[in-house]
């Protein structure tokens, strides 16, 4: 199976500050990475496939990099709404699908 | 708009079973894949179990393989899991998802449902 590790496991940041949040998969996958955003009491929500596709409807602020092992989500300046937990999940290898440990973004 | 609505989940004992159901609106169910995604409380997301649009295709996570079973009823637009033999570590809320892309079972999940909690408990 692939195991995905992200990191930090937190971050603490500012409004207006900008955000990098890392993945690591532990054989290639190419380009078959997702990025989710989870606020407290609601569902997982996509914000970029592929990698470095932006998901319809997601702010521009939002960007994502890489192949083959090491993946980036770059929120370029922190808004109130982004405090949240972002997941990584790979989609290369089937069964099974797996996800990173997730990223708490903390207010500072 | 895309709708997918849990329902099943509750208080159950160790060694018992529970299925699940997700009822789909909004979009052609039976050209895309569906899958299950738990999370326990606190906790991140784990895969539990995901389906084909013609059920030729099934996967389960090691965790559930052999306990748990998915299904799916297109003629229906609902998706199931059969959960049996339950322990207490499958305590989560239980979400269904549906993929992005049209008959790609290996995928992202765009649409997810609000969840249903199960809770295995003596």
């Known amino acids: 199976d692939i195991q995905m590790t992200q990191s930090p496991s937190s971050v603490s940041a500012s409004v207006g500050d900008r955000v990098t949040i890392t993945c690591r998969a532990s054989?290639?996958?190419?380009?078959?990475l997702a990025w989710y955003q989870q606020k407290p009491g609601k569902a997982p929500k996509l914000l970029i496939y592929a990698a470095s596709s932006l998901q319809s409807g997601v702010p521009s602020r939002f960007s994502g990099s890489g192949s083959g092992t090491d993946f980036t989500l770059t929120i370029s300046s922190l808004q109130p709404e982004d405090f949240a937990t972002y997941y990584c999940?790979?989609?290369?290898?089937?069964?099974?699908?797996?996800f990173g440990g997730g990223t708490k973004v903390e207010i500072k | 708009e895309v709708q997918l609505v849990e329902s099943g989940g509750g208080l159950v004992q160790p060694g018992r079973s529970l299925r699940l159901s997700c009822a789909a609106s909004g979009f052609t169910f039976d050209d895309y894949a569906m899958h299950w995604v738990r999370q326990a409380p606190g906790k991140g997301l784990e895969w539990v179990s995901g389906?084909?649009?013609?059920?030729?295709?099934?996967g389960y996570a090691d965790s559930v393989k052999g306990r748990f079973t998915i299904s799916r009823d297109n003629a229906k637009n609902s998706l199931y899991l059969q959960m049996n033999s339950l322990r207490a570590e499958d305590t989560a809320l239980y979400y269904c998802?549906?993929?992005?892309?049209?008959?790609?079972?290996?995928?992202?999940?765009?649409?997810w449902g609000q969840g249903t909690l199960v809770t295995v408990s003596s």
């Open positions: 999940q790979q989609a290369n290898s089937f069964p099974p699908l797996t």
């Open positions: 998802a549906k993929a992005l892309r049209e008959r790609s079972l290996s995928e992202y999940f765009q649409h």
């Open positions: 054989q290639g996958i190419s380009s078959w």
């Open positions: 389906i084909s649009w013609n059920s030729g295709s099934i």
